[in-house]
Every structure is written in C-alpha cells, then in structure tokens.
C-alpha cells in the first residue's frame, strides 16, 4: 500500500513551458485535492474532486488545470509556467468527504522552480 | 468562501511548558476542524480534529477546543518536548468539502 504517490519530486521549467504533476493514491479514496505551500502563506487549496469525473475551483486556481478521469488519479497541468507558480505542491486524498471528518493523507511533495 | 486567521506565525516556548495557538472562521457552516503538524521537510500530517457538535477533545498530551459562537478554536500542547518543534496547520471545512488552512505557525521547543 503505497499511499498517495507525487511525480517528480523536484523540477525546473522555464517561464511559458507546460507541465503535468502527478499523484496517484491505491487506497481508493473518492476525495483527492492539490494544495500549494509558499513561505507565510501555508496550504493553499488549487483544485480538488470528490470522485470520478468531478472536480471543482479551490482558493487559487488561476493557472492550472485538472481532471479526474480515474479514482486513483488526479493529476495537475500548468498549461504556461509563470515564476509566481514556484512552491511546493501537496497532493491529498481522503476516503470521503472531509466535511463529514475524513483525515487527509498528503503526498510527498514536488518542489518546482520556475525560471 | 471560508477563511481561516491563525496566530501566532511562531511561537517559542521552553520544554516542557504549554503551547496555545489560536484560529478563527469565517463559515459559520464550517463544521469540522482538523489540525495537521509538518516536520521539517515532511508532508502534513493529521494529529487531531474536532467536529462542530464538540465543544473539546483531548489526545494525551494534546488537546482542541472549540467556540463556535464567536468562531474561534485552538491546539493546546502540554509538557513540550522537542519533537513538538514543527509547523502546525488549522482548517476549517464546510459542506463544499474544502478543508481551507490557515497560514501556520512555526512553534520551537527550546532546551
């Protein structure tokens, strides 16, 4: 059982490229989301998705995209790399709602630079 | 939408003494609460949460209040000790399953 699983762990773009991070999870949780981490400004909530095929707009989602074609995956597209987009990126994965009290369970993170 | 104030950004307190940090909402739909901890270089993790029917809860040497009247809980830790030393987030979550956090706070155990 391998948890929630983050690609790269760290990367490097240069301003306007594209790129995809991935996360996967094997616990078969319906609820996974993406957060960013800047220093002074915690997590922050990007997208998220409460199951196949659904997803929704979290605090900052300008600039990325997200689909949820499977329950286990859910991964994040920057479509046009801006410097601002430099931080960690947290996926998370709860086997239900987290209004109804479900525990996230956090990838490892992916450091990316954007130059 | 929700949002979550948290205070302070760090705190210092010798081992063994308590730590208190403090979060307000905003949702007064907001009905769960939970608190994760980040070790340096790590991922967050849960370390205890509180619904909003439940005024305190306790786990050994931590413990959540809650004051939903004036929309304000908090994470108390009794008889630090080093490995407390971490980052620890407050959230609040509301019927659109969004668990929003608040900024952190860094808390060091001094020896």
């Known amino acids: 059982n391998a948890g929630v699983t983050q690609t790269p762990k760290f990367q490097v773009l240069k301003t306007g490229q594209s790129m995809t991070l991935q996360c996967a999870q094997d616990?078969?949780?319906?609820?996974m989301s993406w957060y960013r981490q800047d220093p002074g400004m915690g997590l922050r909530l990007i997208h998220y998705?409460?199951?196949?095929?659904?997803?929704d707009q979290g605090e900052v989602p300008n600039g990325y995209n997200v689909s949820r074609s499977t329950t286990e995956d859910f991964p994040l597209r920057l479509l046009s790399a801006a410097p601002s987009q430099t931080s960690v990126y947290f996926c998370?994965?709860?086997?239900?709602?987290?209004?109804?009290?479900?525990?996230?369970?956090f990838g490892s993170g992916t450091q990316l630079s954007v130059l | 939408g929700e949002n979550v104030e948290q205070h302070p950004s760090t705190l210092s307190v010798q081992e063994g003494d308590s730590a208190v940090i403090k979060c307000t909402y905003s949702?007064?739909?907001?009905?769960?609460f939970p608190w994760y901890k980040q070790e340096l270089g790590k991922r967050p993790q849960l370390i205890i949460d509180?619904?909003?029917?439940?005024g305190e809860k306790k786990d050994q040497r931590i413990a959540v209040t809650l004051n939903k009247t004036a929309k304000h809980f908090s994470l108390h830790i009794t008889e630090t000790q080093p490995e407390d030393s971490a980052v620890y987030f407050c959230?609040?979550?509301?019927?659109?399953?969004?668990?929003?956090f608040g900024k952190g706070t860094r808390l060091h155990i001094l020896p």
């Open positions: 998370a994965s709860s086997y239900g709602r987290t209004a109804a009290g479900e525990k996230l369970f």
């Open positions: 616990m078969n949780h319906e609820y």
């Open positions: 998705s409460v199951g196949a095929g659904i997803t």
């Open positions: 949702d007064s739909a907001s009905n769960y």
């Open positions: 509180i619904r909003s029917n439940v």
């Open positions: 959230g609040g979550s509301n019927r659109d399953d969004k668990i929003i």
